[in-house]
């Protein structure tokens, strides 16, 4: 890490193009044209604080508002390069753009909507400076949730870790500084279907969490709602794990188990006291219920195929419609 004399620093913005900088920051933004500018500006403030040669990269997921040309107006006095996707792909996809173009020696994730402090910045470079490759950020604290999301965030990593090899810490966030050989690796890996979690994990690393206390968003509101979490977390359990393909043969094996032991059991009674009246509640009971257990098992198969299906297809994760900088990087 350089350290720069005070009155160097500011003034060295446009010389800082040509170098290769120290730390590079990748801001997903979807519909955040309230937050972008001072974003990016507490982002430069911080880095000029602490003497970084920055870079700031804002993925523009596919906004339909203004974000764009807000974080365009910043381009022009800092160091900002903005790549503008062709849609909406999702933050997963967002930060993979933003990481595969970042020259930094380093790379920090930030959210758009500063709800991560970045006074935290400066306790992830000591890190850094330990010798840790990554400095992840955990929340301290979930109580500014729902106990439902609480809930089935906990059953999500409970499932998620269930006989895993890699482990998923549950409450790491995607703020987190990573050095360039973490990303090169991250950015090597070839899968489509993006679960940024689990692949920090997966990519592996001496990595530290510190525990942080989020804030509340600083304007406009969460782009994640039910749906996009439960499509996310369906993308995180197919992608790391391989039990629920599993599970099934040991549920059929109970069944089938069971089964033969009742059969056992009508021949024996039937033997000892004759035939009666056959219940068929029992047969109905047992029918819907081995029809419900074998279309829940297809579906879990639909969900890998499905997977297996996007990976085939091999479409790239996110098309980049614009990449715009004020002052194009000259090496
Ligand atoms: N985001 C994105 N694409 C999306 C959804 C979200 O790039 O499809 C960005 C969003 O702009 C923000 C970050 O991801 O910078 C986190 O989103 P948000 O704050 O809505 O999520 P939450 O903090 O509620 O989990
Ligand atoms: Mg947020």
Redesign the pocket.
């Known amino acids: 890490m350089k350290h720069y004399p005070a009155k160097l620093q500011p003034s060295g913005i446009t010389a800082q193009l040509h170098q290769i900088p120290d730390l590079s920051f990748v801001?997903?933004?979807?519909?955040?044209q309230d937050?972008i500018a001072e974003t990016i500006d507490r982002i430069a403030t911080e880095a000029l604080r602490l003497g970084c040669l920055f870079e700031i990269i804002v993925?523009?997921?596919?906004?339909t508002d203004a974000?764009f040309p807000v974080a365009k107006a910043q381009a022009d006095r800092l160091p900002v390069r903005i790549l503008r996707l062709s849609r909406?792909?999702?933050?997963e996809?967002?930060?993979m753009a933003g990481l595969e173009k970042a020259a930094g020696a380093a790379v920090v994730i930030?959210?758009?909507?500063l709800?991560e402090p970045l006074a935290h910045l400066e306790t992830m470079l000591a890190h850094r400076a330990e010798g840790f490759d990554v400095v992840y950020a955990t929340r301290a604290r979930r109580d500014d949730e729902s106990w439902r999301k609480r809930a089935f965030t906990r059953l999500f990593y409970a499932l998620l870790n269930l006989g895993g090899d890699v482990e998923i810490p549950p409450d790491a966030r995607?703020f987190r500084l990573m050095d360039r050989r973490v990303v090169d690796a991250l950015c090597a890996l070839p899968e489509r279907n993006r679960f940024m979690k689990g692949l920090y994990g997966w990519v592996g690393f001496r990595s530290k969490a510190i525990p942080i206390h989020?804030e509340p968003?600083r304007a406009?509101?969460?782009?994640?709602g039910f749906h996009?979490?439960f499509r996310l977390g369906v993308t995180g359990l197919t992608s790391f794990t391989a039990w629920p393909l599993r599970v099934w043969t040991s549920i059929g094996m109970l069944v089938a188990a069971g089964s033969i032991l009742y059969g056992l059991w009508i021949i024996a009674r039937t033997i000892l006291f004759g035939t009666e009246v056959p219940g068929w509640s029992t047969l109905v009971v047992a029918i819907s219920l081995l029809g419900g257990v074998q279309l829940i098992s297809i579906g879990v198969l639909g969900e890998y195929l499905a997977r297996v299906f996007t990976e085939v297809k091999g479409r790239p994760g996110f098309i980049i419609a614009e990449d715009y900088s004020a002052n194009p990087r000259q090496t």
């Open positions: 801001v997903p933004a979807f519909n955040e937050n993925v523009d997921d596919g906004s974000t909406n792909f999702g933050k996809h967002a930060i930030l959210d758009a909507d709800q995607d989020l968003r406009g509101t969460s782009k994640f996009k979490l």
